[in-house]
Nanobody, 123 residues
């Protein structure tokens, strides 16, 4: 019913920047919250940043001041601007959206995940 497609990952040198995008499509009534998580090999999936429909944001401690999350509600798209990247940022980045599908109630929102995009930062 809902698909999330990420783009923008790749290989970058330490100190460089990347911008990730994630577009939601399908039977969507509303998207109360969108965000990014990341998972490095052998580690758990951790929050990078989240943003509500109204633009309230929260960030993981390790990315505060370096990453910026934003969204375009009309395009059902969330972005992650990543600056001052370092090798510790290397991971698969996953888009997440809490979605209310058409025909359901706001209280019945469900989380959806994208397929992930690889970000590799070389030293």
């Amino acid at each position: 019913q809902v698909q999330l497609v990420e783009s923008g990952g790749g290989l970058v040198q330490t100190g460089g920047s990347l911008r990730l995008s994630c577009v939601a499509s399908g039977s969507i009534r509303s998207i109360p919250s969108m965000g990014w998580y990341r998972q490095a090999p052998g580690k758990q999936r951790d929050l990078v940043a989240r943003i509500t429909f109204d633009g309230l944001t929260n960030y993981g401690d390790s990315v505060k001041g370096r990453f910026t999350i934003s969204r375009d509600n009309a395009k059902k798209t969330v972005y992650l601007e990543m600056n001052s990247l370092n090798p510790e940022d290397t991971a698969v980045y996953y888009c997440n959206a809490v979605v209310v599908v058409i025909g359901s109630r706001a209280a019945d929102s469900l989380p959806y995940w994208g397929q992930g995009t690889q970000v590799t930062v070389s030293s």
